[in-house]
């Protein structure tokens, strides 16, 4: 671990480009914008967080490095894997097997002089409300949704008469990626947009089990059915080689018994492992949009992003910049239930398995009740067997329209509100 | 480990790139030699952005040695740079990044080398100018390498606004990854298909002889087939042609369903309005037909003009048809019965690749070239390809400055103050300030709090003076946008922020991968961005 150095001073010269914006105003800088010695020592003050040290977490790093912050957090619970080294410019090959955000601090510390970054190897659910609190800015560089979900709701939860901490966030596929600015309950939230997010397009089991016709069926029947069946209790580990392969043999058995051409490894495990394409130059445009409005935002030096900036690289180059609207109904931000018509004939069990198609109604362990009983709840045990027979009934048994069913998850510090009506 | 088909060292570590460009885009990657001229932050971040992905070599010609500044604003630099050349020191750290890359330096200008050395610049694949460069030296430089058909990227990054701009001669793309390559022919089936319409779905609506099941599993291209038929014997042999016809239609589906659950029927509807229409050539791909080159072919003429040819003449022959490309989607079925449908689908395409082949040879013999110069895996890209290449015919620096410039992009653009033209306009008269040749040291508007004003007047007075050369008419008050463009640019005092830097990388590397890979669509010819709105404009000047 890097300790503190003592400091030489800094040349003047060092930040001269970066004093000309905070020191000069410009036409389109707000108001309140003093420009002067304040803004740097401002910056240089400032505690901001970054989330996630991968391909856009070494990117942001070095970016916040070079607007003149001093100050910076960073979490991640990932090691370095040898896949990242094609876009993660702060690992080396030697650094294969190490913690991401370890790694990354110590170079980006040893590379520009005077700046303090302090890293975590942890999930950022390990950390209270009183550590997120020390922030005046928290840059997201993740890509799991769920995490964004936690965090997101994490910062709206922690609004109060001296705390609204913005909440930077940008994301990558391919050659398109967004970044934006969320001001917790002011401006539309993360979870304000998960409807913007594509629906899983599951297979259903029973092509998986009889009828396969893709490559893909004969994968995740290697994985779905015949690793249970086989390998018992034991989870797959995805980036285990030896796991792979068995997956790999057996969906090559199982398209070459059904005549289907196309399984290969790299199929294998972009299939298990939901393998995103990702590449350094979109990360590089992604992260600097976020880390150009964060320091917008902690200087004031010109106006910030409100709130939404999607980039399209593959064909030509496109952008489009707008306002995403707030949702009233917004389970984290919103103050009303959602609507929610159901099937009164279907069971609760159904219920369950709709709700998991839709990104804003996936959960991983829900739990759920109207405002008059427990219908069904994961823990503890006791409680978990008892509500477990409501699975198998009949939803117009346990609801009524008009009743409101709220559904709560021990991984999401917030709640689901839905008003039911009914509709077969 | 002795898994086959197991990745090798290389794929793996390149595994996230190759599922977007495959081997063909990393070998064209890999032969690649990138000059850069002058590693200046935005300079070194592109390169840092193709050094990773691996291209082969990079060089950069850079004269300066590093300073205090340019350790605030270039991460490939540290203390122990200072003083050094940018070059050399850019250069080694770069290298760092990934040891399949060479990299090599130059501590010379780009004038010098123009002078002294013109030939060398044949060696290098594509050409990135970034930093302070004179009028005079791009289009020097624009003049040496256009003619090469060397892409040339130019490249400005000050204070929250960049732009880049990319001089490309001819530039075909075949693999422009649309979305879809699917073409079902449900308008003009091949005869193998029709029989194997008749064969399973004849009797759809005979529930004597066909099960629940066999009919809960036709495949939906089998239904649509069937029920077309049934439609032309009532509709004067015409498919459904418009919107309300369409539903119709969809309306005939429903009615053939057994019962409310038949997936099958739902995704036959779901697929109407995307695949009912008129088979025809898509414009990219009439505009390639249409092109002399097409027609007129030489000893000369490149793989792509030759396989053009010989898809127009297969199409001439084939009632307008491209070939298929053979690609089918998913659908609810029984496995073997998809099976055979995707292999009727496959063998017809294989068909259409022979013909075509068999006329790229013909086509090779009459130019005296052997006929099979043309490997068949570039011929078979093609014709997967052939509804969805694209031509890009760019326009050289000295096209747009001194032979045709397109001033109406300039004066229609003018009047909205939100337009980002202003920046463009702002970073010309940038550029016209450094190329003065009374500013010897080259330094920038705004370099120093006393000249700002003084500054920001001569840039305006730039702008003018091009408005004037392209015969632009203006009133004051249209160049209130272009005066807050020029506020922000002298602002800057001609530094680079790194976030902007950053990012301009990320755009100019993403552009030259496409451009290298002949995959995608590179963006042609001038991007602005502008870092306080968050927004890009894309211009053909």
């Known amino acids: 671990m890097a300790t503190t150095t003592v400091l030489t001073t800094e040349s003047p010269d060092r930040w001269k480009y970066l004093n000309n914006i905070l020191t000069r105003r410009g036409p389109y800088s707000d108001e309140t914008f003093e420009p002067g010695d304040e803004p740097k020592a401002f910056l240089a003050d400032l505690k901001i967080l970054v989330i996630g040290a991968g391909g856009l977490g070494c990117e942001i790093l070095k970016n916040l490095a070079l607007s003149g912050f001093k100050d910076i957090h960073v979490i991640d619970m990932d090691t370095i894997d040898i896949s990242n080294l094609n876009r993660q410019f702060l690992f080396r090959e030697a650094d294969v097997g190490k913690s991401k955000a370890e790694v990354a601090a110590a170079f980006v510390m040893k590379r520009v002089r005077g700046v303090k970054i302090t890293p975590f190897n942890c999930a950022i659910q390990d950390k209270d409300d009183e550590y997120y609190k020390q922030f005046k800015i928290v840059v997201c560089g993740l890509d799991s949704v769920e995490a964004r979900r936690w965090i997101n709701a994490t910062l709206v939860n922690l609004v109060g008469e001296e705390t609204l901490i913005p909440l930077i966030d940008g994301g990558t596929e391919g050659f398109k990626g967004q970044a934006r600015v969320i001001l917790p309950t002011i401006s539309c939230c993360y979870e304000c947009t998960l409807d913007m997010l594509t629906p899983r397009a599951a297979v259903p089991l029973c092509t998986l089990a009889s009828i396969p016709r893709q490559p893909a069926h004969c994968i995740e029947w290697a994985s779905v059915i015949q690793w249970p069946k086989e390998k018992g209790d034991l989870k797959i580990d995805m980036d285990d080689p030896e796991h792979v392969t068995w997956l790999y043999t057996k969906a090559l058995a199982r398209a070459k018994e059904f005549n289907i051409p196309g399984v290969t490894y790299a199929m294998t495990q972009g299939v298990i492992k939901n393998i995103i394409p990702a590449i350094a130059s979109t990360n590089a445009i992604v992260a600097a949009s976020c880390c150009n409005e964060a320091l917008k935002i902690a200087t004031t030096a010109s106006p910030y992003l409100d709130n939404y900036m999607m980039y399209t690289g593959d064909e030509s180059v496109y952008t489009y910049t707008f306002q995403h609207e707030k949702k009233e109904d917004c389970p984290v931000c919103g103050n009303l239930p959602q609507d929610l018509t159901v099937d009164p004939e279907s069971t609760l069990e159904q219920l369950m398995e709709k709700l998991q198609e839709k990104p804003e109604t996936t959960l991983k362990k829900p739990s759920l009740r109207t405002s008059s009983k427990s219908l069904y709840l994961q823990a503890p045990k006791q409680l978990e067997e008892q509500t477990r027979p409501n699975l198998e009934k009949k939803l117009n048994e346990l609801m009524e329209e008009g009743d409101e069913l709220s559904i709560s998850d021990p991984g999401m510090p917030f709640n689901l509100r839905f008003i039911i009506s009914f509709s077969s | ?541």
Request: hydrophobic share 35%; aromatic share 6%; glycine share 6%.
């Open chain 2, 1 to 541: 480990m002795s898994v086959p088909g197991a990745p090798t060292a290389k794929e793996k570590k390149y595994d996230r790139q190759l599922r977007l460009w495959g081997a063909g885009g990393q070998e064209a990657l890999e032969t690649a030699h990138i000059l850069l001229i002058n590693a200046t932050a935005a300079g070194s971040e592109t390169l840092k952005n193709l050094v990773l992905p691996g291209i082969g070599r990079f060089t950069i010609i850079d004269n300066a040695v590093v300073t205090d500044e340019d350790l605030g604003t270039n991460f490939f630099l540290d203390d122990s740079s200072i003083g050094l050349s940018r070059a050399q020191k850019t250069c080694e750290l770069l290298c760092e990044l990934n040891p399949e890359v060479q990299g090599s330096f130059v501590n010379d200008t780009i004038e010098n080398i123009l002078k002294s050395n013109p030939e060398k610049l044949k060696e290098y694949t594509t050409v990135i100018a970034t930093g302070d460069i004179p009028t005079a030296t791009l289009l020097s430089l624009d003049a040496a390498l256009y003619p090469l058909s060397t892409p040339l990227f130019v490249v400005k990054c000050v204070g929250f606004t960049m732009s880049c701009r990319v001089a490309l001669s001819e530039h075909p793309i075949v693999e422009t990854h649309p979305a879809s390559t699917v073409d079902l022919r449900l308008f003009n089936p091949f005869p193998e298909l029709i029989a194997l319409v008749d064969e399973k779905a004849g009797l759809m609506d005979d529930k004597e002889k066909m099960t629940t099941h066999e009919h809960g599993h036709l495949p939906y291209v089998l239904i649509l087939l069937q029920a077309l038929k049934e439609w032309k014997s009532t509709h004067d042999n015409a498919p459904p042609s418009n919107y309300s016809q369409k539903n119709e239609f969809k309306s005939l589906l429903r009615s053939k369903m057994w019962n409310a659950d038949e997936e099958n029927f739902e995704e036959a509807i779901a697929a109407v309005l995307p695949h009912f229409n008129p088979p025809s050539i898509p414009g990219d791909t009439r505009a390639v037909f249409q092109d002399k080159k097409c027609d007129e072919l030489s000893k000369e003429s490149s793989h792509f003009w030759i396989i053009a040819q010989a898809i127009k003449q297969f199409s001439e022959k084939n009632d307008g048809l491209l070939p298929l490309p053979g690609a089918l989607p998913d659908m609810k079925a029984e496995s073997k019965d998809y099976i055979r449908l995707q292999n009727i689908y496959k063998a017809k395409a294989r068909a259409d690749l022979a013909a075509v082949v068999q006329i790229v040879s013909d086509l090779l013999t009459e130019l005296g070239v052997r006929a099979d110069k043309i490997p068949e895996s570039e011929v078979e890209t093609f014709c997967k390809h052939a509804g969805y290449i694209k031509l890009i015919r760019g326009r050289s620096l000295n096209d747009e400055y001194e032979k045709s410039p397109k001033a109406q992009i300039i004066s229609s653009d003018l009047s909205d103050p939100t337009s980002l033209i202003h920046y463009y306009l702002g970073l010309r008269a940038y550029e016209a300030y450094i190329s003065d040749e009374k500013n010897t040291r080259r330094i920038a508007p705004g370099a120093e709090d006393s000249t700002v004003d003084a500054d920001t007047e001569k840039l305006k007075k730039h702008v003018t003076e091009l408005l004037d050369k392209l015969s632009i008419t203006y009133s004051p008050e249209l160049l209130e946008g272009t005066e807050k463009a020029i506020g922000e640019i002298v602002r800057a005092g001609g530094g680079e922020l790194h976030n902007i830097s950053s990012l301009t990388g990320g755009i100019v590397a993403q552009e030259i991968i496409k451009v290298i890979t002949r995959q995608y669509i590179p963006m042609n010819n001038t991007v602005v961005f502008d870092g306080i709105s968050s927004r890009t404009q894309v211009y053909q000047f």
